[in-house]
T-cell receptor
């Protein structure tokens, strides 16, 4: 079974540009999580979905960040406009109530650099 | 105060050594506890759950002390392949999401 797929793996963009990160969760998983990891703040939960519905977005830093999950196999995290302080590794993870809700499977991450 | 605190290390130990990591959490209502492992420039992966009675998985032993709000991970006979960052993870109360500690870096030296 394929794991969580994220694209792009690396993104370099200039301040002010729109950035869209993509995620395909493991088939059959009904929870999807977006995290951000930096040296200073560690791994932070941004938002999570259950059955494509956003459940908790309290970790989204500000209005520049938005996330959608139009169907069970696809989610996006968008930053508009991007700023240098958004530079981080963004992970998507998925889990299934049937397999143990708290065992989250992470994608390889998107390394974002905003110059 | 951070919800989950870990000694960042780094811990540098020789092959075959026993090493222990500690973690404290601030929310007494926390219900579930885990250790995740993250290799350099890779994604985190679940290492093991932590049960109240303590649990063992091969060379790895996890302990939980609810009274002291303290979690530990013991690695015996460490291998070069154990070199990684170990993340302490807690579920805060009834919420479904995970709260990660900042991680403890381990390097096992030949």
């Amino acid at each position: 079974d394929a794991g969580v797929i994220q694209s792009p793996r690396h993104e370099v963009t200039e301040m002010g540009q729109e950035v869209t990160l993509r995620c395909k969760p493991i088939s059959g998983h009904d929870y999807l999580f977006w995290y951000r990891q930096t040296m200073m703040r560690g791994l932070e939960l941004l938002i999570y979905f259950n059955n494509n519905v956003p459940i908790d977005d309290s970790g989204m830093p500000e209005d520049r960040f938005s996330a959608k999950m139009p169907n069970a196999s696809f989610s996006t995290l968008k930053i508009q406009p991007s700023e240098p302080r958004d530079s981080a590794v963004y992970f998507c993870a998925s889990s299934s109530r049937d397999r143990g809700l708290y065992e989250q499977y992470f994608g390889p991450g998107t390394r974002l650099t905003v110059t | 105060r951070k919800e989950v605190e870990q000694d960042p290390g780094p811990f540098n130990v020789p092959e075959g050594a026993t090493v222990a990591f500690n973690c404290t959490y601030s929310n007494s209502a926390s219900q579930s506890f885990f250790w995740y492992r993250q290799d350099c420039r890779k994604e985190p992966k679940l290492l093991m759950s932590v049960y109240s009675s303590g649990n063992e998985d091969g060379r790895f032993t996890a302990q939980l002390n609810r009274a002291s709000q303290y979690i530990s991970l013991l690695i015996r006979d460490s291998k070069l392949s154990d070199s990684a960052t170990y993340l302490c993870v807690v579920t805060p109360g009834s919420a479904r999401q995970l709260t990660f500690g900042s991680g403890t870096q381990l390097t096992v030296l030949p």
